[in-house]
């Protein structure tokens, strides 16, 4: 790393905490208008930016999802000129924040919520047709047949040409091989692989796999290898299907190391959903509004095994697709879904995974699944009022939030009857049998509608099995058996503190001189020998019994101005309340009789307020809290050199999923229960 391309931020004392912001009322849905920027301030933002970065700033773009890396550190709305990091969001003189308003509005109290879903529709796994098993030949289909082989003793060599040449109604029999291609689909087609595990569709990441349509049935490919275009800050999927109804099925399929979606199914917007990404581009102003589609896309996807997917298995944007009886395995993310979609999910298996469910404005049922050993488990977050009950969950939990030490905050199922935390004890899952077992406590309950997990039967669509050798989601969290003995000793330390009770000194400087635009652009950049920022804050901190008391007084200053603040904190455990100081139109109470919206509290819009700055989002408090929370959420890399720091031989964990433009580094001591001797963070923008 050459060092005239190091930033060094510094913070000398630290503790984590968690504040609300604003509140809104509700909005009118977003139009294209609205939402629309040029391509040239697209193609200028972040020109700079590492590929990781890129992928957010594209996700915010087109999803108006204003999450990922604002936690993490950088503050910014992504439509900005490549930044090189903004420094306190709520100091002087400096582009306006819109995460601070992000989190705590109550935007989702609206007519939606008084639509009366039943808990438990009609389910269907069958009904499709044959099932595809592997041993089917062309001549077992009536109509139209066309083969596709690459070896030419077929009627073409791609399935692309066999697609043109179809007609509704016709069966597209594909032979063994890879396909790199990209497949537009016509209406009425059963585009069916040979073998699952050697017919392969490998479009790259230039565009997706099978772009899908009506009354295809789409079965027995392994369909892999897309992601995002970099060039063109585009996602691509394994099958993108686009205001499709319940007449595509999707089946019997291996969606496997897709770097982004394996599966995308959404609906277009009111007027048409711009092809343009700079027309698709949502504001983070607009973030928090409600977008305006012409209906749901709702496809059935049966019995598919999603294995090594970066994003999303299944994203859902405003669709309501079935998910059914599919092995979910080894992903970063499974099903994800946004924008009041409202899936069916049901009878699936999840394992291995990092978040099982990502629940974000939208309205699923979920139903009679297995959720085994996923390390994040269920996420519930804003503005979603999810439908869960009869499922089983063995170490996945569901949670709203993250701790201060890196734990999920629990969220508890709604309804939430016949929820079950206990073992399934399936057969095998590492070798690809997820089978519930014959010691089973659940063994009665396999293979029925009204138990959980995989079910089996004429006509339904098993998913192909395979092994789950490895896991995204444990390479992306670094779980080994250093960081898990590192994880258990912290627990352990903090397990013995019962009561804080302390004063201490922040300092922060930074030496970045950053110039602005009147609209917020960052113009230049350079380090001077000086600080051109800062802020001083001393407190006095008490802690008992999950009870958190604190007066401070503080100051920041930032281009000649200077903002003294002071006031008194105090945190229940479930909400922060703030006397006195800028910070007191951010204590409130927020009603939430759904129980769907996030706790009024977080780890890291100022912590206990001014417990640590705003710009470095992290913490490496006196009660050791946050850098766990790092370690917990973020995964961190145990590097094999040991460091010494003041004399004390410390080992190294490296934060590096925050992509190449940032690095956060702690230098842990064993000797005091893995507390941080030193924290340093970079970027590598100038």
């Known amino acids: ?16 905490g968690c504040i609300g912001a604003g509140i809104k009322q509700g909005k009118p849905p977003v139009s294209e208008k609205e939402t629309a920027v040029s391509d040239e301030s697209l193609e200028k933002a972040w020109e700079k930016a590492d590929r990781c970065t890129k992928c957010h700033m594209a996700w915010s773009w087109e999803y108006g999802y204003y999450r990922g890396w604002d936690r993490h550190g950088f503050i910014s709305d992504y439509s900005k000129h490549s930044p090189f990091g903004y420094k306190d969001p709520y100091g002087p003189g400096i582009p306006i924040n819109t995460f601070h308003e992000y989190y705590y509005t109550d935007w989702w109290k609206g007519p939606w919520l008084d639509e009366h879903r039943s808990v438990v529709p009609e389910m269907h796994f069958d009904g499709y047709g044959p099932i ?7 001549e077992d289909f009536t109509g139209k047949v066309i083969i596709v082989d690459q070896s030419g003793s077929g009627n073409t060599a791609t399935i692309q040409d066999a697609v043109n040449r179809a007609d509704k109604g016709t069966t597209i029999f594909v032979r063994p091989g890879v396909y790199k291609e990209s497949i537009r689909l016509k209406p009425g087609i059963r585009l069916w692989g040979a073998k699952v595990k050697t017919t392969i569709i490998d479009s790259g990441t230039k565009s997706s796999g099978i772009i899908a349509a009506n009354g295809c049935d789409i079965s027995g490919f392994t369909i892999t290898g897309t992601g995002m275009d970099y060039d063109k800050l585009i996602f691509t999927a394994g099958v993108h299907a686009v205001d499709c109804d319940s007449t595509l099925v999707i089946r019997g399929n291996i969606f496997y190391s897709n770097a982004v ?3 995308l199914t959404e609906s277009s917007r009111t007027g048409g959903t711009p092809k343009n990404p700079a027309a698709r581009y949502i504001k983070p102003e607009n973030s928090m509004k409600l977008l305006s589609f012409k209906g749901y896309s709702n496809p059935r996807i049966i019995g598919n095994t999603f294995y090594m997917i970066g994003e999303r298995a299944i ?17 970063v993310k499974t099903v994800g879904m946004t924008q009041l979609s409202k899936p069916f999910i049901h009878h699936n298996v999840f394992y291995r995974n990092n978040v099982s469910l990502n629940i974000n404005r939208s309205m699923p049922i979920v139903s009679n699944n297995i959720m085994l050993k996923n390390y994040w488990g269920q996420r519930v977050i804003e503005g979603s009022y999810p439908f869960i009950h009869d499922n089983i969950t063995w170490e996945s939990p569901w949670y709203k939030e993250f701790a201060e030490d890196g734990r999920p905050v629990p969220y508890k199922p709604f309804p939430g009857h016949g929820e079950l935390e206990k073992n399934p004890v399936l057969a095998k899952p590492d070798a690809g049998n997820f089978r519930i077992s014959q010691s089973s406590p659940f063994k009665h309950k396999a293979n029925s509608r009204t138990g959980y997990g995989l079910l089996k039967g004429y ?32 627990e352990r330390q903090n397990g013995l503190i019962k009561i804080l ?20 652009n960052q113009i230049s950049v350079k380090i001077d020998p000086e600080p051109v920022s800062g802020t001083t804050c001393q407190a006095r901190m008490v802690m008992s019994r999950g009870m958190r008391y604190k007066k401070y007084a503080s100051e920041l200053f930032n281009d000649g101005k200077t903002a003294p603040d002071s006031g008194v904190v105090v945190f229940d455990g479930e909400r922060v309340r703030v006397s006195g100081g800028r910070f007191k139109t951010d204590s409130r109470d927020i009603g939430d009789i759904h129980q769907v919206g996030e706790r009024p509290t977080r780890e890291n819009i100022g912590g206990l307020y001014m417990d640590y700055d705003q710009y470095l989002n992290g913490a490496i408090g006196p009660g050791g809290t946050f850098y766990f929370g ?5 995964g961190g890399e145990v590097l094999p050199k040991k460091e010494m720091v003041d004399g004390h031989e410390c080992i190294v964990i490296q934060y590096p999923h925050l992509g190449t433009d940032q690095i956060y580094k702690f230098y842990l001591d064993p000797s005091i229960g893995y507390r941080p001797r030193k924290l340093e963070h970079y970027f590598e923008r100038c």
């Open 132 to 138: 595809n098993d592997g041993v089917s030949k062309p």
């Open 315 to 331: 994203y859902c944007i405003h669709s309501s697709p079935e998910i059914a009886n599919n092995i979910f395995m080894g992903n």
């Open 261 to 263: 979606f394996g599966i």
């Open 630 to 634: 790092y370690l917990r959420i973020l």
């Open 501 to 520: 009770d302390l004063s201490y000194l922040i300092e922060y400087r930074s030496f970045m001189n950053v110039k602005y635009d009147s609209s917020g």
């Open 1 to 16: 790393m050459p060092k005239k391309s190091i930033i060094p931020i510094l913070l000398i004392v630290i503790i984590s």
């Open 459 to 490: 006509g339904i669509q098993l998913p192909p099995s395979l092994p789950c050798e490895k896991s995204w989601a444990e390479e992306f969290l670094h779980r080994n058996d250093t960081t898990e003995k590192i994880i258990s000793e912290i």
